[in-house]
């Protein structure tokens, strides 16, 4: 590392945003200064949250930034989407203690993107930046006495690259819908089997039942009063589930300030009231489901909103895929399959990592029999042109 200096900056404000954007690059909303920023200037990823910011950049001796990463220091496990609650429970029996943690991602956001962040004009040092970013987060592992330290929902390329290097390797998976050149909704459906489009059919018409107007809001029809409206919304979903409101009414805000032209919000009125709605991002080629919210329960509405009009939304713009959160088994008759996920895990203590390895073992062959049953599942009809994708087999080292 002797050619790089690294710097450990407690707020993504110290760094230039073209600098960040720069290595960030432009596919993925969640990775940009910007989104990072509303969540810190929002006080909902802050230290007092037990998300303690602590980014990385690699500088070369001229000062220029050659790599970054978005890197937090827990104090719980909350907000994260990929799991170690049982790791924090078995170590602490064992006497150890699991927090604080280093964490490498986005928070309260389980959607895959590049976490060490290299510039363009990097790319053909691009394993040595890699390493020399995982090796900058090791020693803060060990400065600050740390159990561990977790990059989730990693690209599967990041995650090929580095689980070599002693970090331990996770998969998970999530489910997508895929648009294959599709003109519209009845294209997409004239590829499930009869049975499902009927059913599928029969939701829209219920949701379309209630008297709602349907709208699709995005650039200046997205006011700032819409985005203060969903986050009740939000707080009201999050009441129903006995959930935690990570967000704060002004991070809604102000991601309608930085990020206006990536936010769609798929939405139910009655008359002037906002009674139910999908907050989404849109990247260069996706569209990412991120929060509901509602003030009722409508049949089929949640469908409607969150799943269908993402798929009409993607098809309208020619987006290759919808990616409509974490979890959900019900999204496969919906279309939306199953897609693998990756992370990575460094355990500080040897005798805990071995365990963990261990466990990661079982995990993995379990998720393999469950990825096989849940393609069976599947909405459509059984034709080559509609076989499970090559992205759904396990990764060659």
């Not at 960040?20 to 929002?42: I, K, M, Q, T, Y």
């Not at 987060?137 to 290097?165: C, G």
Request: net charge neutral; with cysteine.
């Amino acid at each position: 590392m002797s050619q790089f200096r690294v710097e450990v900056h407690p707020r993504i404000s110290g760094i230039a945003p073209d600098d960040w954007d720069r290595c960030a690059g432009a596919d993925n909303p969640f990775v940009s200064h910007a989104f990072l920023l509303a969540l810190e200037e929002s006080k909902s990823a802050c230290a007092e949250t037990g998300w303690q910011p602590q980014h990385l950049t690699l500088k070369n001796p001229d000062g220029q930034i050659l790599a970054c990463a978005p890197l937090y220091l827990k104090s719980h496990s909350y907000g994260e989407y990929v799991f170690d609650w049982s790791w924090a429970n078995a170590f602490e029996r064992a006497g150890g203690q699991y927090y604080p943690k280093l964490q490498c991602a986005v928070p309260f956001t389980p959607v895959t993107g590049p976490r060490l962040l290299i510039a363009p004009e990097n790319r053909t040092e691009q394993q040595d930046l890699r390493l020399a970013l995982i090796n900058a987060m090791l020693q803060l592992l060990q400065q600050y006495q740390a159990s561990s330290l977790h990059l989730t929902f990693t690209r599967e390329d990041e995650w090929q690259s580095l689980a070599q290097p002693g970090l331990l390797p996770r998969t998970g998976v999530q489910y997508h819908w895929e648009n294959k050149g599709y003109g519209g909704f009845e294209d997409f459906l004239s590829d499930l089997s009869s049975r499902k489009r009927k059913a599928i059919r029969k939701e829209r018409r219920e949701a379309n039942s209630h008297g709602l107007t349907l709208k699709t809001l995005e650039g200046e029809t997205l006011t700032p009063t819409i985005l203060e409206q969903f986050h009740g919304l939000y707080l009201n979903t999050v009441d129903k589930k006995h959930a935690h409101d990570y967000l704060t009414r002004d991070f809604f805000s102000r991601l309608g300030q930085q990020l206006a032209g990536q936010v769609v919000l798929t939405s139910a009125w009655n008359g002037g009231q906002l009674i139910a709605a999908a907050l989404n991002l849109r990247g260069s080629d996706t569209l990412y489901g991120r929060n509901w919210g509602s003030t009722g329960h409508y049949p089929s509405l949640h469908f409607e909103l969150c799943y269908y009009q993402a798929i009409d939304y993607a098809i309208t713009h020619g987006l290759k895929r919808v990616e409509a959160g974490a979890q959900g088994e019900h999204k496969i008759q919906r279309g939306y399959m199953p897609s693998r996920t990756y992370s990575l895990h460094a355990i500080a203590d040897p005798n805990f990592r071995d365990a963990i390895a261990r466990f990661l073992e079982g995990e993995q062959r379990a998720l393999e029999q469950d990825m096989s049953y849940l393609k069976e599942l599947g909405p459509f009809r059984k034709t080559a042109a509609n076989a499970p994708s090559d992205s759904l087999r396990q990764p060659k080292d």
